[in-house]
Structures are given as C-alpha cells and as structure tokens.
C-alpha cells in the first residue's frame, strides 16, 4: 500500500478541518513546508483556508520526492494495476481502503468519515474547550458544529457516576404519629 494512503487516514484524523475530496484535491504546490501548513484553494464553506501541519508532518513530508507544482500529491504511483502512475487518487479511493481495513479488523458500521474526523473532534472533548475545537475544525456556524457535541447515554451515566456518594442512601420511613 501506498505511504499515500495511509498519510491520507492518518490526515483525516488529525486535520479535523480538511474534508476527504479537499485532501484528495491537494496538489504538490499547496504543500509549502517553508512555513508549514496546507492551502485548501476550494473547500467546502467557498473561502480558501490554510491548516497548519504539526511538525511530525513536516519531516515526513520532507521523505517523499517532489514533484510539478501542478500534481496532486496523492496520486498513483508506478506498479498500480489498472492505473496511470501520476494520475489523481479516484473518489471512493480511501473510502474502499478504509471499509476494508475495516472489515479486516473486524469493525462494523463505521465509515471513513465517522472513523477520522468525527471521532476525533469527538475525542477532543477531553483535551480541549467547545471553543477550540470549533477553531480546529474551521466550522463557521454552530449548527454544523453542536453534532460534535452531542452526549450519548452512556456519556451521561459515566458522569453521573461521579456524582454519587460513596455510602449507599436509603430514605428514611416517615413516622405516623397519631
């Protein structure tokens, strides 16, 4: 498999703001390891956005060759059955390779998108303040972003737990006096 591909999952889980199709749209001239970051020219919400790359990025990123400033940096490489060397990774690309690394860990029911960049923002919960992980995910409304912060039951009874008293209460009878 190509480095490519895992650097693509691996993208997606820490690079909270990218979505798949914008990392698959990168091209080797939106990668600028000077200043360290990824320039998204055409994401979703319409305005260009610069996602800052942590430095473990930065130094694998120096391994790989560069290539034209025009190439999408996750492309085919030589030796691929049935596709061009140079040419763009497809759509269902990473999807397919992660429903298969899926299915050969033996995890159901969680696609690419629910595995990267919802757990992890969901994750972020225990790091990080509501407010900063808006920012990381670039969101500009809080309606897109309130799904990350949705509390399941479970949640909810973990933390309830911690509300509980040590020695078990019972209620006291109530005396009738009459």
């Not at 694998?60 to 290539?67: C, D």
Request: charged fraction near 30%.
């Amino acid at each position: 498999m190509s480095p490519k591909i895992w650097l693509d999952i691996k993208w997606l889980s820490t690079y909270i703001s990218i979505r798949p199709n914008e990392l698959r749209n990168i091209k080797e001239s939106h990668i600028d390891l000077k200043q360290g970051f990824i320039f998204i020219p055409h994401p979703k919400e319409k305005r260009p956005k610069y996602v800052p790359l942590v430095h473990d990025d930065i130094e694998f990123l120096k391994t790989f060759p560069r290539s034209s400033p025009e190439m999408y940096f996750f492309r085919h490489e030589k030796g691929i059955k049935g596709a061009t060397p140079g040419s763009q990774f497809g759509t269902n690309i990473f999807y397919t390779l992660w429903k298969r690394a899926c299915k050969d860990l033996g995890i159901e029911g969680i696609d690419l998108y629910g595995g990267t960049r919802h757990s992890s923002a969901v994750d972020l919960r225990n790091y990080a303040t509501p407010e900063q992980i808006k920012r990381a995910k670039m969101h500009t409304t809080n309606k897109a972003f309130e799904r990350y912060f949705q509390v399941s039951k479970e949640e909810l009874q973990e933390m309830y737990e911690y509300t509980k008293c040590d020695t078990p209460v019972t209620p006291k009878k109530k005396r009738h006096t009459s």
